[in-house]
T-cell receptor, first 110, second 120 residues
């Protein structure tokens, strides 16, 4: 019962922006979009989350479409250390669990 | 960000023994903690949700008598794998949040570094 759809893998050149898309067409009005990433053999790391407005922090930017059916995570200047599996998760309302899909394996190449 | 400490990082045990994994929130009080399991090259699978002072809620297919969860304080939850067998070998990860009540708040969930369990 995955609620998000992400590409299986993406590549990005070091120093360039990485744009990771996510579709969540069935999102409810009170559900947030969360992004986490997992580097091999580590626990997931929180990146950013948002409801409907675009968000930015020291790690990334989150762009949510006006209809909220999709979003894009932007890493402005990708480094080799950003190579990881990135998970887009919808959570909120009565859905308090953080349920992980398969995510996107982002590989940053030198 | 908030820190969640998970211990041990790895453990090797003999089949039939029990293993306890601890998850601590170091700088915040965690009313809710989640336990996940991850097999190689797969995504995280939610096992159970523990709420401080009450019984854990297990996901479908997870044996509650085999995976004992205790959340006795606002900063500590433990997962005990009882009578471990080789098929229980996996990467176990905890997550802690500060949700109160039935409706989740606009909160971040923070994860421990994980425990690699190998059962011989």
């Amino acid at each position: 019962d995955a609620k998000t759809t992400q590409p299986t893998s993406m590549d990005c050149a070091e120093g360039r922006a990485a744009n990771l898309p996510c579709n969540h067409s069935t999102i409810s009005g009170n559900e947030y979009v969360y992004w986490y990433r997992q580097i091999h053999s580590q626990g997931p790391q929180y990146i950013i989350h948002g409801l409907k407005n675009n968000e930015t922090n020291e790690m990334a930017s989150l762009i949510i479409t006006e209809d909220r059916k999709s979003s894009t995570l932007i890493l402005p200047h990708a480094t080799l250390r950003d190579t990881a599996v990135y998970y887009c998760i919808v959570r909120g309302g009565s859905n308090y669990k953080l349920t992980f899909g398969k995510g996107t394996l982002l590989t940053v190449n030198p | 960000g908030a820190v969640v400490s998970q211990h041990p990082s790895w453990v090797i045990c003999k089949s039939g023994t029990s293993v306890k994994i601890e998850c601590r929130s170091l700088d915040f009080q965690a009313t809710t903690m989640f336990w996940y399991r991850q097999f190689p090259k797969q995504s995280l699978m939610l096992m159970a949700t523990s709420n401080e002072g009450s019984k854990a809620t297990y996901e479908q297919g997870v044996e509650k008598d085999k995976f004992l969860i205790n959340h006795a304080s606002l900063t500590l939850s433990t997962l005990t794998v009882t009578s471990a067998h080789p098929e229980d070998s996996s990467f176990y990860i905890c997550s802690a949040g500060t949700r109160t009540g039935a409706i989740p708040t606009n909160e971040k969930l923070f994860f421990g570094s994980g425990t690699q369990l190998s059962v011989l």
